[in-house]
Nanobody, 112 residues
Framework: QVQLVESGGGLVQPGGSLRLSCATSGFIFSTSIMGWYRQAPGKEREFVATIGTGWKNYADSVKGRFTISRDNAKNTMYLQMNMLKPEDTGVYYC???????WGQGTQVTVSS
């Protein structure tokens, strides 16, 4: 059974930083492509970043500010978010394409 548990969200001021984590179990993490998505209030869920073996890809809106990474020994994926903007506000979800599995999400709010 695939389990994805996000954590690390919260309230932060514009320009601040947060680090999200996605702890996983129930599948072979080390060889699986993983991704982060987000959903702002009243909007559709959108792609943020994805990571494979030796490659990463980002949405244009977060390039240069967000960094996706993974620790295969801990079966955990991360999203380091710097220079946060109010438009980064939303629920952030962890996603595993090979199993089409989603986490429950963690709320990120960027506001002064």
């Amino acid at each position: 059974q695939v389990q994805l548990v996000e954590s690390g969200g919260g309230l932060v001021q514009p320009g601040g930083s947060l680090r999200l984590s996605c702890a996983t179990s129930g599948f072979i993490f080390s060889t699986s492509i993983m991704g982060w998505y987000r959903q702002a209030p009243g909007k559709e869920r959108e792609f943020v970043a994805t990571i494979g073996t030796g490659w990463k890809n980002y949405a244009d809106s977060v390039k240069g500010r967000f960094t996706i990474s993974r620790d295969n020994a801990k079966n955990t994926m991360y999203l380091q978010m710097n220079m946060l903007k109010p438009e980064d506000t939303g629920v952030y979800y962890c996603y595993v394409p090979i199993t089409d599995s989603w986490g429950q999400g963690t709320q990120v709010t960027v506001s002064s």
